[in-house]
């Protein structure tokens, strides 16, 4: 397999950034390098799906793993679709990190690592047998918490690689306890005896409720989400774009792995709750990117809504099979996979657009930054695109994704069960104001960070920055918008790695290009095309009536306010003002917000001074209780440090004791 050489490509590199130097050359040496690896891993993704379609390729076994297991990779069209989600955005870093490689503040602690977690995650992709793929998912887990530590002088970049070991701990212990179930007494690991095993309905339930423990905490699932935005905003910019954009694509892979393909019975209960998790990450994850200022703080929490969509979606694609709406589950399937490669693509141009400006000013900020767009006017245009691309807005393709997710949902209510009737409209309406409060939020970045007036020296000081970088950021813009306007291509492509793991063909996904028409061939038909052919004409129209009607004289005046000329450029909607409306309205229930005003009296020279404070809920009620609960129990079993030899002898026998007894009763 060329994906083999392709892991042994990354494996080199690493090793070489390791044993290598200081020098910048060394850095742009491993990053062109990782940009080859990548690109040919999506080339043999892309080449696979194309040629064999449905057919796996015959797995390759290895002599190394467990002592009764060897080592088991194959690529079949899951694995091959994957393949190209993940490589081509790691194509893009690759690029991006050329340039900007050099400039983190310890390159030497990033450089090594970027092209592991590249093997690491790959490696999971490909794996066969469980034993490979916990082994690929530690390395991912282990490459991407040192990459968060890179900065380890900064405290807030050591709490947060804290709070992702902890997180990143759970979930491969979650997936090695539902891989065990599957293997069964026998301890067959390898994934062909794990499809065909036979398991309890309690052991079943078991595993789906591990493996959604498992990849939702590296997915990033409320409430498991509690690391993505400490992680992310901590990790250099291009390594963010692949956490966010990536990483979170290869835990949704191993659900999708477990649950469709080694487990393939699973209740409609299990979707219902799917769903319902789905809906929370969607609603809460926008309304935590409303109230941040930080820039990549803000792109964190708008990546719990895409995966909120990604799991309603898949949700709704188990309950539709359970009910034998293979039809449905397809159209499901497919909406959730086409989400993964359109979060994959404009959630990566928003990450490295952050590192752009960023690298530009030194700032994240949104507060500090403000006319951007005439001084990075490339950078300011590809962040556009992403930013209209995550709201949803035709005819790019995040739309696309969202419009075929709504429309399985409408069909949700057909289901004969009290809780689908009456929860899918609710996940529908959560779903609805999502996708309202994400274009609320990226109007508000992109206006604060690229619109009006500098806020900083270092905004007005601003520059575009090199060709390699604007190049990693244009390709993915051109792509948003041409996954969006020949959707059909997508659907089509996409509904061939469906079929194995539904059993049926997508009917109706085409009506005819350039229609869209997923559910039948009268109702509910889209055509991205002709909604561009439209905006282009309309403007083109604009244009020509603004050309020969009006002037074509260009005046610059100086800011006007009441009467007088405004220089005062604090004076401007700042990132705390624009979205205090919803805030008050919102935050104050969900995120206890509370606004503090302090005015100096009369006379008084002293500024007046306005704080906010905003709580997470999840964070304070749910992980601090735990904590403090673990500190109580530690606290209390400390005390057996300090017991004398008499006291240890006894809790021996007692065990011993105990143990015999939980023998006799077996044997009975």
């Known amino acids: 397999m060329i994906i083999g050489t392709v892991l042994g490509g990354f494996l080199c590199l690493g090793v070489l950034g390791l044993l290598g130097s200081s020098l910048a050359a060394t850095h742009r040496l491993i990053y062109a390098g990782c940009l080859v690896l990548a690109a040919t891993a999506t080339g043999d993704g892309l080449f696979h799906m194309i040629r064999y379609g449905q057919e796996a390729v015959p797995a390759v076994v290895l002599p190394f793993g467990l002592p009764w297991l060897k080592a088991h990779f194959r690529l079949d069209s899951l694995s091959a679709f994957f393949l190209v989600a993940v490589n081509f955005p790691a194509a893009l870093a690759s690029l991006f990190g050329i340039a900007y490689g050099s400039h983190v503040p310890e390159p030497r602690r990033v450089t090594p690592l970027f092209p592991l977690f590249l093997f690491a995650m790959n490696g999971v992709l490909v794996a066969d ?23 380890h002088t900064d405290a807030a970049a050591r709490r947060a690689g804290l709070v992702y070991l902890v997180m990143a701990v759970f979930g491969t212990f979650c997936l090695l306890s539902a891989f065990g179930l599957l293997a069964g007494p026998t301890g067959a690991f390898d994934f062909a005896a794990m499809r065909v095993a036979k398991l309890s309905p309690l052991a079943t339930s078991l595993v789906v409720l591990l493996a959604i423990l498992g990849t939702g905490s590296k997915a990033g699932l409320v409430p498991l989400h509690a690391w993505l935005p400490l992680a992310h905003p901590a990790a250099p910019s291009h390594v963010s774009a692949l956490m966010s954009g990536v990483m979170t694509k290869v835990a949704i892979y191993g659900l ?34 409303l ?9 964190a929490y708008s990546t719990v809504e895409n995966v909120g969509i990604i799991f309603i979606a898949l949700g709704l694609a188990i309950a539709f099979r359970d009910h034998g709406e293979v039809a449905l589950s ?7 996979l086409y989400h993964v490669v359109n979060h994959a693509l404009f959630k990566s141009l928003l990450f490295l657009g952050s590192g752009a400006v960023m690298m530009a000013t030194g700032e994240r900020d949104l507060d500090r930054l403000g006319g951007l767009l005439n001084r990075m006017p490339v950078t300011g ?3 556009l695109v992403g930013a209209c691309a995550i709201s949803a807005l035709p005819p790019l393709n995040g739309f696309v994704s969202e419009w075929l997710v709504f429309q399985s949902l409408f069909k949700g209510p057909t289901v004969a069960h009290w809780a689908m009737r009456f929860g899918v409209p609710v996940v529908g309406v959560a779903m609805a104001l999502a996708a309202a409060f994400a274009a609320t939020c990226f109007v508000r970045a992109f206006g604060v960070a690229f619109l009006g007036r500098p806020r900083s020296d270092a905004a007005r000081a601003a520059r575009e920055v090199p060709w390699p970088m604007l190049a990693a950021m244009a390709v993915p813009a051109v792509f948003c918008l041409c996954l969006g306007v020949f959707p059909v291509m997508v659907t089509t492509g996409i509904a061939t790695v469906v079929e194995p793991l539904v059993h049926v063909v997508l009917p109706a996904a085409v009506l005819g290009w350039p229609w869209l028409s997923p559910v039948s061939l009268t109702a509910g038909s889209y055509s991205a095309t002709m909604v561009l052919l439209s905006g282009a004409g309309l403007m083109i129209t604009t244009l ?33 003002s624009f979205s205090q409306p919803l805030r008050r309205v919102f935050g104050q229930v969900v995120f206890r917000a509370r606004e503090e005003v302090e005015m100096p009296p009369p006379g008084s020279t002293a500024p007046a001074r306005f704080t906010l404070f905003i709580t997470d809920p999840l964070w304070t009620g749910l992980y601090l209780g735990l904590q403090r609960v673990i500190d109580a129990i530690a606290d209390r079993v400390n005390h057996l440090q300090f017991q004398t030899v008499r006291r240890y002898l006894l809790m021996m026998f007692l065990t011993l004791v105990l143990l015999l007894l939980v023998v006799a009763v077996r044997q009975q």
């Open 256 to 289: 999708i792995r477990l649950l469709y393909d080694l487990r393939g019975a699973v209740g409609w209960e299990w979707g219902f709750l799917m769903m319902v998790l789905g809906a929370a990450a969607a609603a809460l994850g926008v309304l935590y990117a």
């Open 291 to 299: 109230m941040q200022r930080d820039l990549k703080t803000l792109l």
């Open 544 to 576: 020509l009536l603004v050309r020969h009607l009006g002037t074509r004289a260009i005046r610059r005046a100086p800011v006007w306010d009441c009467g007088h000329q405004e220089d005062i450029a604090n004076a401007q909607y700042s990132a705390d």
């Open 129 to 151: 047998d469980a034993f490979v793929f916990l082994v690929s998912w530690e390395a991912m887990s282990l490459s991407s918490w040192l990459l968060v530590l890179s900065n």
């Open 330 to 336: 397809a159209l499901s399937m497919v909406a959730a």
């Open 381 to 383: 245009v590809c962040f």
